[in-house]
């Protein structure tokens, strides 16, 4: 059976291959559906495999820019799925009524921010989330666009457990394509079927044992390292899963909640990563911690900096009275200094390992000396939306497109709304990023 979500409500419709005038259940409204389209991918001969991949390695820095049509849902938050639904609705009559490649962008994009948002932890979550990935592929034409909604589709069905049916749509895909996106589909969607049925060894010759080692899409990228590192861990490399997570969080700056959250959706039975995510996530808050501004550190510094100087009077007079006293006060402002840096320290680690991934948006922002104080609410899964206040630096290039609006990834403590140690900004019809530094408040 097809499945479609309802034009008006969303709920999902089941519908044979035929054309029809479907009701809706939920809210009664009727939609003409047409019949369907064969989800057919042709697939690519057979050739020199090294080749194939050398070709695939020259597309590294290819990405899918977010059309300027469609920038306010570069990340739809929770709240804002209706919102989004409308206007899939509207770019997929749009693709109905004349094809063209922009507007087939506009729509795989919003469709897979759409099927982000929506949760999936059951299986009439997940039959929703793949009417959206199905009637998307659907509409869409192209090869690279299909193969990514088939990846959702594969993946949906794995995380339930409905192998069968993961198999099934991944006989759809083209697994010697020349296109990286579509490649790594493939890849992706074949590991999370490898990793459901415990063959942990297919993930690594799939993906690859190290950090890019098999040339992936950079959309694909923390998915598949968080794949990656599950089977190595599996296989009894923990100190390589470790590495190798780790080597994925320094790389991209928006990888450590990109691939916690990825993790934290996948099915428990899975125990995805298991041992190596907290100990990479553990080694990465080091560096994040450091991001964290505090006054305790810069007043650490400064009483170092001062109580140097009887140190180097008290060398210079060596013999002399005064030494022991210029030697004493010297000692002990630093060692005042030394204390403060390591409160400075705990107090960041604890707010750092506080943190959770979070999405968010921006509501204003005010110059504040050289940094910009950012109003934004924060959204967590299953949680209410948190209003908060930021001080960050962003720079003039960032600067220059409409950040009002703009969605957010981040790294945030609720104890602690003020800082965002990490945050990456979605600016205005591309995928230009900015990964601020938080100040002190």
Known sequence: MRAQPCAACGATLLLGDSAANVSCEACGAEERVPEVEALVIDRSQRGDDEERLAHLRTQLDHEWLLPASVARFGNV????????RAMWVQLRDQLREAYDEQTALA?????????????????????????????????????????KMLTNLVIGATR?????????????????????????????????????????????????????????????????????????????????????????????????????GIASKLPPAWATCEQSMPLAVERQLGALAGRIPSGLRTLGLLLIALSSAPLIFAAQRWGEAS???????????????VGLLILSRRRALR??????????????????????DLDIVVERAGEPAVRATTRQAISERILKMKLVGASFDGFWNPEFPSYLPHMTINVSGEDAQQDPKPSAR
């Open 77 to 84: 938050l929770p709240s804002e799925i209706p919102e989004a």
């Open 107 to 147: 729509l795989l994009c919003v469709a897979g921010e759409i099927h982000a948002a929506l949760p999936g932890e059951t299986a009439e979550q997940q039959l929703a989330r793949r009417a959206l990935a199905e009637a998307s592929a659907e509409v869409l034409r192209g090869a690279s666009f299909r193969h």
């Open 160 to 260: 339930i457990g409905e192998l069968e049916h993961a198999h099934h749509w991944l006989e759809r895909f083209d697994p010697n394509s020349r296109e990286l996106d579509a490649d790594s589909a493939y890849r992706l969607s074949s590991a999370a079927i490898a990793t459901a049925e415990r063959r942990f060894q297919r993930v690594v010759s799939l993906l690859g044992d190290s950090l890019d080692s098999v040339p992936t899409h950079r959309s694909s990228r923390a998915f598949a390292t968080v794949l990656q590192a599950n089977a190595l861990e599996k296989l009894g490399e923990l100190p390589r899963a470790v590495d190798l997570l780790h080597a994925r969080m320094k790389a991209r700056h928006n990888a450590l909640p990109m691939m916690t």
């Open 323 to 337: 030494q022991l006293h210029l030697f004493a006060v010297g000692g002990a402002g630093i060692a005042v200094g």
């Open 351 to 372: 707010i750092a390992r506080g943190c959770g991934p979070v999405m968010g948006r921006i509501l204003a922002l005010r110059p504040a000396g050289a940094q910009y």
